[in-house]
């Protein structure tokens, strides 16, 4: 049982963020208050120069937390922690 909740949470991670991506800007979306506070990595072609971006739940709709720089990455490390690498 240990090592399934490990694996099912990281494919779980995988296919939000992947699901993120594949659906453009997700900026305005709704989003519910028991995600408020999570980041996700995101890339749309008409935003910031095609670089991914990290947004965040406000409780009520994703918004805009950073963007990452040309060359970098967008990763998910846990639930709700993204980081620019």
Do not use: H
């Amino acid at each position: 049982m240990r090592f399934f909740t490990p694996l099912i949470l990281t494919l779980n991670l995988i296919m939000v963020t992947a699901l993120v991506a594949a659906q453009g800007s997700p900026i305005g979306q709704s989003c519910s208050s028991s995600e408020a506070g999570e980041l996700l990595c995101a890339v749309d072609p008409s935003m910031n120069n095609d670089n991914p971006y990290i947004i965040i739940c406000n409780g009520e709709e994703w918004v805009l937390f950073a963007n990452c720089g040309p060359g970098q990455g967008c990763a998910v490390t846990a639930i709700g922690v993204a980081n620019c690498t």
